[in-house]
């Protein structure tokens, strides 16, 4: 690309659209220009778009691509994204898509093989990713020091009260039929990925694995690689547990729902015998709150420990991903969170439904 200002139409005007990606995409006038906004409720695209200053709003993003001249696209609905990220990438745009980046590893597939015969860039995003505490966090792990133990935990809490001081906009009326279909639609594509699975493994993969645990997975892998096996699964509608091998490491991986109270947590820990380190996350819709990196260490066969709890920045992580996203199209790169990193997610997610089915057996 020569243009130095990416066009980009927006599909999705909902939650995080306007708590972060909106915000951060105005700060960065100078890379992006929003050239349209589209959701199924059109009275919210019109809000957005005045709120904005955008141009063009539009109720179907077929009809945004078809009417309007785009660099990229940013896909931001909830569901599947393979059907926009797919036909986008066949119209020659750029793909920014918000997870859950699809619902099977079938059209995941389908969504990066799309991508590249076009030559253009397919990102997913996985915000974590580029918060400064977490590539702190890659620079401790460089060398895995002999690590014997990782352990991810999640406290889910209710996002109302994250976002209840913010102006935010609700979606007006959407067609029931519009509705119907979508979700059709949806429950054929989980149809797709698990076959024939009990109720609580279907919810926990559309709802939780998907929708939330996607991103703890992304981040595990990002700086211990690939694992090498699911060891055990247990799924549920409030509680999810995993275990994971990483080149023989253990991981273990706790999600819980805890709607009762706005304190939502989530940490990394990794152990060695000479030092821990523990990556703690705040609330993913609180702008600018810094995630804390805590070192921990001593000295062998004494009582001495030392233990340091950094902050690396209150840069937003939302907005560095944006900023990744504009380079890698500038500048003719893959993303750190590419598609095809993305895909390794989904089928991760189906083998932990599959691991939860087997113990049923």
Same mark, same amino acid.
């Given at each position: 690309?020569?243009?130095?200002?990416?066009?980009?139409? $927006?599909?999705?005007?909902?939650?995080i659209?306007?708590?972060?990606?909106?915000?951060?995409?105005?700060?960065?006038?100078?890379? @992006?220009?929003?050239?349209?906004?589209?959701?199924?409720?059109?009275?919210?695209?019109?809000r957005i778009?005045?709120?904005?200053?955008?141009e063009?709003?539009?109720?179907?993003?077929?009809?945004?691509? !078809?009417?309007?001249?785009?660099?990229?696209?940013?896909?931001?609905?909830s569901?599947?994204?393979?059907?926009a990220?797919?036909?986008?990438?066949?119209a020659?745009?750029?793909?920014?898509?918000?997870k859950p980046?699809s619902?099977?590893?079938s059209?995941?597939?389908?969504?990066v093989?799309?991508?590249?015969v076009?030559?253009?860039?397919?990102?997913?995003g @996985?915000?974590?990713?580029?918060?400064?505490?977490?590539?702190?966090?890659?620079?401790e792990?460089?060398?895995?020091d002999d690590?014997?133990?990782?352990?991810?935990?999640?406290?889910?809490?209710? $996002?109302e009260?994250?976002?209840?001081?913010?102006?935010?906009?609700?979606?007006?009326?959407?067609?029931?039929? $519009?509705?119907?279909?979508?979700?059709?639609?949806?429950?054929?594509?989980?149809?797709?990925a698990?076959?024939?699975?009990?109720?609580? /493994?279907?919810?926990?993969?559309?709802?939780?694995l998907?929708d939330?645990?996607?991103?703890?997975?992304?981040?595990?892998?990002?700086?211990?690689?690939?694992?090498?096996?699911?060891?055990?699964?247990?799924?549920? /509608?409030?509680?999810?547990?995993?275990?994971?091998?990483? !080149?023989?490491?253990?991981?273990?991986?706790?999600w819980?729902d805890?709607?009762?109270?706005?304190?939502?947590?989530?940490?990394?820990?990794?152990?060695?015998?000479?030092?821990?380190?523990?990556?703690t996350?705040? !609330?993913?819709?609180?702008?600018?709150?810094?995630?804390?990196l805590?070192?921990?260490?001593?000295?062998?066969?004494?009582?001495?420990?030392?233990?340091?709890?950094?902050?690396?920045s209150?840069?937003?992580?939302?907005?560095r991903?944006l900023i990744?996203?504009?380079?890698?199209?500038?500048?003719?790169?893959?993303?750190?969170?590419?598609?095809?990193?993305?895909?390794?997610?989904?089928?991760?997610?189906e083998?932990?439904?599959?691991?939860?089915e087997?113990?049923?057996r």
């Amino acid at each position: 690309m020569t243009r130095t200002r990416v066009r980009v139409g $927006i599909v999705g005007c909902g939650l995080i659209a306007q708590v972060m990606h909106l915000p951060h995409l105005r700060e960065l006038n100078d890379l @992006y220009e929003v050239a349209a906004v589209c959701d199924l409720s059109l009275e919210l695209a019109e809000r957005i778009a005045a709120d904005y200053g955008i141009e063009r709003r539009f109720q179907s993003w077929q009809d945004m691509l !078809s009417a309007t001249r785009l660099d990229a696209v940013l896909l931001l609905s909830s569901g599947s994204h393979a059907p926009a990220a797919i036909a986008a990438s066949q119209a020659g745009l750029h793909v920014f898509t918000e997870k859950p980046m699809s619902l099977s590893s079938s059209e995941g597939q389908a969504m990066v093989d799309a991508a590249r015969v076009a030559g253009k860039h397919l990102m997913v995003g @996985y915000m974590k990713r580029y918060d400064p505490a977490y590539e702190r966090l890659e620079h401790e792990l460089a060398s895995r020091d002999d690590i014997r133990l990782v352990r991810v935990t999640t406290l889910e809490s209710a $996002i109302e009260p994250y976002v209840a001081h913010l102006s935010l906009h609700r979606a007006g009326s959407i067609p029931q039929d $519009i509705l119907a279909t979508l979700r059709a639609e949806d429950e054929k594509r989980v149809d797709e990925a698990l076959g024939n699975v009990s109720e609580n /493994a279907r919810h926990a993969f559309r709802w939780i694995l998907l929708d939330s645990l996607v991103h703890e997975l992304n981040a595990l892998r990002g700086v211990l690689g690939e694992p090498d096996a699911v060891e055990f699964a247990t799924l549920g /509608a409030q509680n999810v547990s995993v275990v994971l091998t990483f !080149s023989g490491v253990q991981c273990v991986l706790s999600w819980v729902d805890l709607p009762g109270i706005a304190r939502y947590r989530q940490e990394f820990a990794f152990y060695s015998p000479w030092r821990r380190l523990t990556l703690t996350f705040p !609330s993913p819709f609180l702008r600018n709150m810094p995630t804390e990196l805590t070192l921990e260490g001593g000295d062998a066969g004494t009582s001495r420990s030392w233990r340091i709890v950094e902050t690396a920045s209150y840069e937003e992580a939302f907005k560095r991903e944006l900023i990744e996203f504009h380079t890698c199209l500038t500048a003719d790169r893959e993303p750190r969170t590419s598609g095809i990193d993305g895909l390794r997610d989904v089928k991760l997610c189906e083998a932990i439904v599959a691991a939860h089915e087997a113990r049923g057996r």
